[in-house]
């Protein structure tokens, strides 16, 4: 079983930074993708950012790379997303989630494991 547990949201206001964390326990994560989703009141959850535990590769969103990094610490089992020049339209609930396969982080569908959300709010 794997447990995943978001921290590090908030309201902030527009054009500040925000850096979320999700801890992960349970499992060796060597071969797994992490990957953090966000959902807004009314819209379906889409997809922000991936990366590869095992070689740190990643991949962004492309309306998003500009402004949010994903990244990891292998030590504290621990990925992050630092979201910066935030907008109002970021304001969602932001989801980690596990899946074991690279070639579909894209996916709701293929993640297995996820947190609880941590909740962004940026106001204009």
């Known amino acids: 079983q794997v447990q995943l547990v978001e921290s590090g949201g908030g309201l902030v206001q527009a054009g500040d930074s925000l850096k979320l964390s999700c801890a992960a326990s349970?499992?060796?994560?060597?071969?797994?993708?992490m990957g953090w989703f966000r959902q807004a009141s009314g819209k379906e959850r889409e997809f922000v950012a991936a990366i590869r535990w095992s070689d740190g590769n990643t991949a962004h969103r492309d309306s998003m790379k500009d402004r949010f990094t994903i990244s990891r610490d292998n030590a504290k089992n621990t990925v992050y997303l630092q979201m910066n020049s935030l907008k109002p339209e970021d304001t969602a609930v932001y989801y980690c989630?596990?899946?074991?396969?690279?070639?579909?982080?894209?996916?709701?569908?293929?993640?297995?494991?996820w947190g609880q959300g941590t909740q962004v709010t940026v106001s204009s």
């Open positions: 989630a596990v899946t074991l396969s690279w070639n579909n982080y894209y996916y709701i569908s293929r993640y297995s494991y």
């Open positions: 349970g499992r060796t994560f060597n071969s797994y993708t």
